[in-house]
């Protein structure tokens, strides 16, 4: 018979689906082999596994809802461009969120990016009178029972400056997760004190970018253990220029020169070097909008995209050698799908259809580009035959995130949307998988919430209330921000994996997670850094369906190791830590 061996890690930790749930640690079993037709030692206590990995079908489809719990949560943000009328290219822009576990309570707590009102020359209308207190980021602990706390103050991250995006690594590896904030002429690290409170260890680390930081990412490019950081920046901006018919429009991307992107290794001793030209990334001009990195060629080593605005868009694939060779072009992922270069906002990484590689999904101020991985260093949209395309023309889709929000076991697309020079607000869209790689647009059956017009900007994801499903925040341009609660019936079962490396970089950035269910395989990468200027929940959401048992798990870390467990018990969020 063949023979395998499973790897198992040390220790899994389980909360159940409950609003504050408690850590339970459950020993597993050692590694040693198993025999194919034999079942691998439980990875959860025996009262949690089921009886029998087969469960009946769903007796009806599941029907997705948001409802807006931002006042109920105690979520009171407001987005400021600075102006009291929308005037320039830096205040159409919009900022980013980040749901990150700052205080590794088991919760994900929100971090929302501002703007602000700087000098009056950097204003076409600046206001008449300013704020006493200015706008300015804003945290927000969750508490645990649905309801959150604003603990900026105390926290130290509210920085003077003009905030864009924002993403999150524990680049020490110290088991704390760390900040980096991007914004109009100031890029911010803030270690994690471990207490509740960030220190600015920016200079210290030796991290420096000039102009206008916009999204970022990190990735273990090298795969040394630590993670890096890539920095996209936008245009050269000059507040002075001003256009002609200002009453028409302002200054747009291509009136600004384009910027170079920085690229920055980690040395493992809690400081950076500035490798963008050693790299090969300093050498291409683009207006960056938003980046993301996975291995989009399976071959190991983590690439980067970068969508770039009015101009063609990136794919930095990684040479396994500390550089990396710009082959937007060839893949099919630098230009529209007319061969234009479009307004490109938010990029998404995501195996849409199960076969173990990463498509990838860009929203554009045009039809948005859903692009297939042909599995031979190439792409091919197929936004038009999915149905997806067709209802997106009407739109400017900035922030966006790709999720079984139903559980039904297929992905779903959900994408915020906003005028894009004026505040024209508009209403937003969810796809929702129906197989074969279709998908049917139930936007106006999701909720009143749905249908809100607003000036979308960034949106980051996350299961905030550990209920196993996903919820979302959305930015809007000037306006306060909404929390869209996932209150969706009829719903399957599920599963989240938290990992824990050890040899690898702490967070696991870079690891892929395959999941196995009642005959489907479901895969996915721990990604920092996706979407428009914002990063979700680093915690790996798997939709399963009817499926009451995950017949296998297996984790490909950056490190090279694979790790497998069987017959894990499902709706619950497990720790799986990298074995030593």
């Keep these: 018979m063949m023979i395998r061996f499973l790897l198992l890690f040390g220790a899994v930790s389980m909360a159940a689906a409950q609003s504050a749930p408690p850590v339970q640690t459950v020993p597993a079993a050692q590694a040693v082999p198993q025999v194919t037709s034999a079942p691998a030692a439980p990875a959860t206590p025996p009262e949690a596994a089921p009886a029998s990995g087969k469960a009946p079908a769903i007796a009806h489809d599941p029907v997705i809802r948001f409802e807006d719990a931002s006042d109920k949560a105690g979520i009171n943000f407001t987005d400021s461009f600075g102006s009291r009328q929308l005037g ?101 690290l803030y270690h994690n004190d471990g207490n ?52 028409d429009n302002y200054p747009g991307p291509l009136d600004y020169e384009g910027e170079t992107n920085k690229l920055y290794h980690n040395n493992c001793d809690g400081t950076f070097t500035d490798v963008s030209e050693k790299s090969g990334i300093g050498a291409y001009v683009g207006r960056t909008m938003g980046v993301t990195a996975a291995d989009f060629d399976n071959d190991g080593w983590d690439d980067i995209y970068v969508a770039n605005d009015r101009t063609e868009n990136f794919l930095f694939h990684n040479k396994h050698d500390g550089t990396f060779e710009e082959i937007g072009n060839e893949t099919g992922t630098a230009f529209g799908q007319n061969g234009e270069s479009t307004s490109s906002m938010g990029p998404v990484f995501v195996d849409l259809e199960g076969r173990g590689v990463l498509d990838l999904w860009v929203t554009d101020g045009h039809y948005n580009r859903l692009l297939h991985n042909t599995g031979k260093m190439g792409f091919e949209d197929i936004g038009a035959e999915t149905g997806v395309s067709q209802v997106n023309g009407q739109y400017v889709s900035w922030g966006t995130g790709i999720y079984d929000f139903d559980n039904d076991g297929l992905l779903d697309i959900l994408i915020f949307h906003g005028g894009l020079i004026h505040l024209i607000p508009q209403e937003h869209t969810l796809f929702r998988g129906i197989g074969n790689g279709k998908f049917a647009d139930v936007s106006r059956e999701a909720g009143p919430v749905m249908s809100v017009r607003t000036t979308a900007r960034g949106a980051c994801f996350a299961d905030y209330d550990n209920d196993g499903k996903v919820d979302a925040f959305q930015v809007n341009l000037g306006a306060k921000g909404t929390l869209l609660h996932n209150v969706s019936t009829d719903t399957g079962h599920w599963i989240t994996i938290k990992l824990k490396g050890t040899k690898s970089n702490r967070d696991g950035i870079g690891a892929r997670v395959e999941v196995f269910a009642a005959g489907k395989r479901h895969t996915a990468e721990r990604v920092a850094g996706s979407g428009y200027l914002s990063q979700d929940d680093g915690r790996m959401h798997f939709g399963l369906g009817a499926a009451t048992t995950v017949d296998k798990l297996t984790v490909h870390w950056p490190s090279g190791r694979e790790q497998t467990l069987e017959k894990l018990g499902v709706d619950r969020v497990l720790t799986v830590e990298e074995p030593k």
């Design 88 to 188: 320039s290219l830096l205040e159409g822009t919009g900022a980013g969120c980040i749901w990150f576990d700052y205080n590794n309570s088991g919760l994900e707590s929100l971090y929302v990016v501002n703007g602000r009102p700087l000098d009056d020359s950097m204003h076409p209308y600046p206001l008449k009178e300013k704020p006493a207190t200015p706008p300015h980021n804003h945290l927000y602990r969750n508490d645990g029972n649905g309801h959150f706390t604003d603990v900026t103050e105390k926290s130290g991250l509210n920085p003077d400056m003009y905030g864009m995006a924002v993403t999150a690594a524990d680049y020490d590896n110290d088991g704390f997760v760390d900040l980096l904030v991007t914004g109009y002429g100031k890029t911010i």
């Design 196 to 247: 509740g409170h960030f220190t600015d260890v920016t200079a210290k680390a030796g991290i420096k970018v000039d102009g206008w930081a916009i999204s970022s990412t990190w990735l273990d490019y090298d795969k040394d253990g630590c993670v890096d950081l890539f920095v996209g920046r936008y245009v050269k901006f000059d507040p002075k220029y001003r256009a002609y018919y200002a009453a």
